[in-house]
């Protein structure tokens, strides 16, 4: 495809409600990785997919964050039972492999909890 | 715990400098390091990735620098340029399979 892309391109939602973000990554790239950048403060890395597996969910902030992939192709990231401190921007990236490649970023899905 | 630190915060220089922005991080225990780019409105553009047997790699008018021993690494901009202005993050792939990111430095090149 011609780049990474992520949709919805925003979201507001109320406090308690479950959203879904969706990643499609660059065609043929095995790794994808998922990032939340909060007002005001840096880049917080969440988790990353080596094709439809994702060793390490130690950075997901809670339980109520969750994340998958199929296909090795379409991620999603799911937050269940919002809380106002998830409003964010959360960014999708994709290389062509791990830890050796520069990474492609979507332009972000912005989520506002109301 | 691994810390990021980029210095400065933030710069504002004339067209045409050649400027360095630095980082720091505390564990050297890393497989490589990058550097992006953000543009308010435009998302994240990664720049350069330094895998850490490595000790530089360049782009055009970039050139990143990785000395893992002593926790350091800088970005050097020739001939600065207003299209330049961006926020530069630099961030850390850590054993443990983690990226750790820096809070940035803010770059203003005035024409």
């Known amino acids: 495809g011609a780049g990474v892309s992520q949709s919805p391109s925003n979201k507001v939602t109320e406090k308690g409600k479950d959203v879904e973000l969706r990643c499609d990554p660059i065609s043929g790239h095995t790794a994808l990785y998922w990032y939340r950048q909060s007002l005001g403060q840096g880049l917080e890395f969440l988790i990353y997919f080596q094709g439809n597996s994702a060793p390490d969910k130690s950075g997901l902030p809670s339980d109520r964050f969750s994340a998958e992939r199929t296909g090795g192709s379409v991620s999603t990231l799911t937050i269940q039972r919002t809380q106002q401190e998830d409003s964010a921007v959360y960014l999708c990236?994709?290389?062509?492999?791990?830890?050796?490649?520069?990474?492609?970023f979507g332009p972000g899905t912005r989520l506002l909890v109301l | 715990k691994q810390e990021v630190t980029q210095i400065p915060a933030a710069l504002s220089v004339p067209e045409g400098e050649n400027l360095v922005l630095n980082c720091s991080f505390t564990d050297s225990a890393i497989y490589n390091l990058q550097w992006f780019r953000q543009d308010p409105g435009k998302g994240l553009t990664s720049l350069l990735l330094?895998?850490?047997?490595?000790r530089e790699q360049t782009s055009g008018r970039l050139n990143a620098s990785l000395d893992k021993s002593s926790g350091r690494s800088t970005l050097y901009i020739a001939a600065s340029q207003p299209g330049d202005s961006a926020t530069y993050l630099c961030a850390v792939w850590e054993y443990g399979n983690k990226l750790v990111f820096g809070a940035g430095t803010i770059l203003r090149v005035k024409s």
């Open positions: 990236a994709s290389s062509f492999k791990l830890l050796q490649e520069t990474q492609y």
């Open positions: 330094i895998q850490s047997s490595q």
